[in-house]
Protein backbone atom coordinates (compact mmCIF):
# COMPACT_ATOMS: atom_id res chain seq x y z
CA UNK A 1 0.00 0.00 0.00
CA UNK A 2 1.37 3.58 -0.49
CA UNK A 3 0.08 6.65 1.37
CA UNK A 4 -0.14 8.47 -2.06
CA UNK A 5 -2.77 6.38 -2.72
CA UNK A 6 -4.79 6.96 0.49
CA UNK A 7 -7.00 10.20 0.43
CA UNK A 8 -8.52 11.94 3.18
CA UNK A 9 -11.88 11.21 1.78
CA UNK A 10 -11.60 7.76 1.79
CA UNK A 11 -9.87 7.68 5.48
CA UNK A 12 -12.17 9.75 7.13
CA UNK A 13 -15.25 7.53 5.61
CA UNK A 14 -13.46 4.78 6.89
CA UNK A 15 -12.48 6.12 10.13
CA UNK A 16 -16.26 7.44 10.68
CA UNK A 17 -17.51 4.26 10.18
CA UNK A 18 -15.26 2.01 12.19
CA UNK A 19 -15.17 4.39 15.08
CA UNK A 20 -18.82 4.92 15.12
CA UNK A 21 -19.45 0.93 14.59
CA UNK A 22 -16.87 0.16 17.56
CA UNK A 23 -18.13 2.81 19.51
CA UNK A 24 -21.78 1.65 19.64
CA UNK A 25 -20.63 -2.48 19.94
CA UNK A 26 -18.68 -1.69 22.89
CA UNK A 27 -20.29 1.18 24.59
CA UNK A 28 -23.39 -0.70 24.32
CA UNK A 29 -21.79 -3.79 25.57
CA UNK A 30 -19.85 -1.76 28.56
CA UNK A 31 -22.82 -0.22 29.53
CA UNK A 32 -24.65 -3.48 30.51
CA UNK A 33 -21.15 -5.19 31.22
CA UNK A 34 -19.92 -2.37 33.74
CA UNK A 35 -23.45 -1.68 35.01
CA UNK A 36 -23.41 2.23 33.73
CA UNK A 37 -26.48 3.09 34.91
CA UNK A 38 -26.07 2.49 38.83
CA UNK A 39 -22.49 4.17 38.46
CA UNK A 40 -24.00 7.03 36.69
CA UNK A 41 -26.66 7.57 39.89
CA UNK A 42 -24.19 7.73 41.94
CA UNK A 43 -23.97 11.13 43.73
CA UNK A 44 -20.12 12.01 42.46
CA UNK A 45 -21.25 10.94 38.66
CA UNK A 46 -24.58 12.27 38.44
CA UNK A 47 -23.80 15.68 38.81
CA UNK A 48 -22.27 15.39 35.29
CA UNK A 49 -22.93 12.59 34.12
CA UNK A 50 -26.31 11.74 32.16
CA UNK A 51 -28.76 9.28 33.22
CA UNK A 52 -28.22 6.17 31.00
CA UNK A 53 -31.90 6.47 29.38
CA UNK A 54 -31.42 10.11 28.38
CA UNK A 55 -32.21 11.50 25.18
CA UNK A 56 -28.83 12.44 24.44
CA UNK A 57 -26.76 9.72 25.44
CA UNK A 58 -29.35 7.67 23.18
CA UNK A 59 -28.43 10.37 20.42
CA UNK A 60 -24.97 10.04 21.01
CA UNK A 61 -23.78 7.67 18.19
CA UNK A 62 -25.33 10.24 15.93
CA UNK A 63 -22.57 12.63 17.16
CA UNK A 64 -20.04 10.33 16.60
CA UNK A 65 -18.96 10.47 13.14
CA UNK A 66 -18.34 13.99 13.56
CA UNK A 67 -15.37 12.47 16.54
CA UNK A 68 -14.22 10.00 13.38
CA UNK A 69 -13.49 12.81 11.51
CA UNK A 70 -11.51 14.74 13.92
CA UNK A 71 -9.08 11.23 14.41
CA UNK A 72 -8.91 11.08 11.10
CA UNK A 73 -7.57 14.15 10.28
CA UNK A 74 -4.78 13.55 12.71
CA UNK A 75 -4.17 10.46 11.62
CA UNK A 76 -4.04 11.60 7.82
CA UNK A 77 -1.01 13.65 9.37
CA UNK A 78 0.22 10.49 10.45
CA UNK A 79 -0.53 7.91 7.64
CA UNK A 80 3.14 6.86 6.52
CA UNK A 81 3.44 5.75 10.28
CA UNK A 82 0.36 4.53 10.86
CA UNK A 83 -0.67 2.43 7.66
CA UNK A 84 2.76 1.46 6.35
CA UNK A 85 4.57 -0.24 9.17
CA UNK A 86 4.04 -3.23 10.30
CA UNK A 87 2.57 -2.44 13.97
CA UNK A 88 1.31 0.97 12.93
CA UNK A 89 -2.51 0.00 14.32
CA UNK A 90 -0.74 -0.52 17.95
CA UNK A 91 1.06 3.01 17.64
CA UNK A 92 -2.71 4.63 16.48
CA UNK A 93 -4.13 2.67 19.62
CA UNK A 94 -1.17 3.96 22.05
CA UNK A 95 -1.53 7.76 20.58
CA UNK A 96 -5.40 7.33 21.09
CA UNK A 97 -4.68 6.06 24.95
CA UNK A 98 -2.23 8.13 25.76
CA UNK A 99 -2.92 11.67 24.27
CA UNK A 100 -7.13 11.05 24.12
CA UNK A 101 -7.45 8.89 27.71
CA UNK A 102 -4.93 9.72 30.05
CA UNK A 103 -3.32 12.87 29.08
CA UNK A 104 -6.83 15.02 28.39
CA UNK A 105 -6.39 18.50 29.06
CA UNK A 106 -9.40 18.88 30.80
CA UNK A 107 -10.20 16.74 34.12
CA UNK A 108 -11.90 13.40 32.36
CA UNK A 109 -12.56 10.61 34.16
CA UNK A 110 -9.16 8.18 34.56
CA UNK A 111 -7.17 11.02 33.32
CA UNK A 112 -4.24 12.03 35.30
CA UNK A 113 -6.22 15.29 34.94
CA UNK A 114 -9.10 13.28 36.67
CA UNK A 115 -7.63 11.69 38.94
CA UNK A 116 -6.00 15.38 40.38
CA UNK A 117 -8.44 17.50 40.17
CA UNK A 118 -11.95 15.89 40.86
CA UNK A 119 -13.43 14.32 43.65
CA UNK A 120 -14.61 11.44 42.02
CA UNK A 121 -13.37 8.56 43.40
CA UNK A 122 -10.54 6.66 41.24
CA UNK A 123 -13.09 3.53 41.42
CA UNK A 124 -15.43 5.16 39.67
CA UNK A 125 -12.86 6.58 37.30
CA UNK A 126 -11.78 3.69 36.50
CA UNK A 127 -14.78 1.60 36.08
CA UNK A 128 -15.29 2.87 32.80
CA UNK A 129 -11.24 2.13 31.35
CA UNK A 130 -11.87 -1.49 29.84
CA UNK A 131 -14.41 0.31 27.73
CA UNK A 132 -12.33 2.99 26.63
CA UNK A 133 -9.29 0.63 25.84
CA UNK A 134 -11.43 -2.08 23.88
CA UNK A 135 -12.93 0.47 22.17
CA UNK A 136 -9.80 2.41 21.07
CA UNK A 137 -7.56 -1.13 20.27
CA UNK A 138 -10.91 -2.17 17.89
CA UNK A 139 -10.77 1.28 16.14
CA UNK A 140 -7.06 0.97 15.52
CA UNK A 141 -6.93 -2.69 14.68
CA UNK A 142 -10.06 -2.62 12.32
CA UNK A 143 -9.08 0.74 10.77
CA UNK A 144 -5.40 -0.77 10.00
CA UNK A 145 -6.37 -3.70 8.61
CA UNK A 146 -9.16 -1.97 6.28
CA UNK A 147 -6.93 0.78 4.90
CA UNK A 148 -3.80 -2.00 4.31
CA UNK A 149 -6.44 -4.12 2.17
CA UNK A 150 -8.42 -1.50 -0.23
CA UNK A 151 -8.71 -4.66 -2.65
CA UNK A 152 -11.51 -6.66 -0.18
CA UNK A 153 -14.24 -4.61 -1.27
CA UNK A 154 -16.28 -7.27 0.78
CA UNK A 155 -15.25 -5.33 3.88
CA UNK A 156 -16.33 -1.83 2.48
CA UNK A 157 -19.51 -3.38 2.10
CA UNK A 158 -20.02 -5.17 5.14
CA UNK A 159 -18.78 -2.50 7.60
CA UNK A 160 -21.17 -0.10 4.94
CA UNK A 161 -24.00 -1.96 5.47
CA UNK A 162 -23.62 -2.07 9.24
CA UNK A 163 -22.82 1.66 9.82
CA UNK A 164 -26.04 2.37 7.59
CA UNK A 165 -28.15 -0.05 9.57
CA UNK A 166 -26.56 1.04 13.22
CA UNK A 167 -27.10 5.03 12.57
CA UNK A 168 -30.93 3.94 10.96
CA UNK A 169 -31.36 1.97 14.25
CA UNK A 170 -30.27 4.42 16.54
CA UNK A 171 -32.52 7.37 14.81
CA UNK A 172 -35.63 5.12 14.42
CA UNK A 173 -34.84 4.64 18.43
CA UNK A 174 -35.27 8.26 18.88
CA UNK A 175 -37.91 8.74 16.95
CA UNK A 176 -40.14 6.30 18.32
CA UNK A 177 -42.69 7.78 21.19
CA UNK A 178 -40.63 7.16 25.12
CA UNK A 179 -42.32 4.78 27.64
CA UNK A 180 -43.21 6.18 30.41
CA UNK A 181 -41.87 3.99 33.74
CA UNK A 182 -44.98 2.77 35.67
Request: overall charge positive.
Amino acid sequence: MQTENLSFRSLAARTVVVHTLTYIVVGAIAAAVLGYKDLFALPELSCFMRPIGDRWVMAGPLFQPLRGMLFASVFFILRERLFLQDRGWLAMWWILVAIGVFSTFGPAPASVEGLVYTRVPWPAQVRGLPEVLVQSLLLSSVLYVWVRNPDRRWLSWVLGAMFVLAMAMVTLGLLLPQQRPN
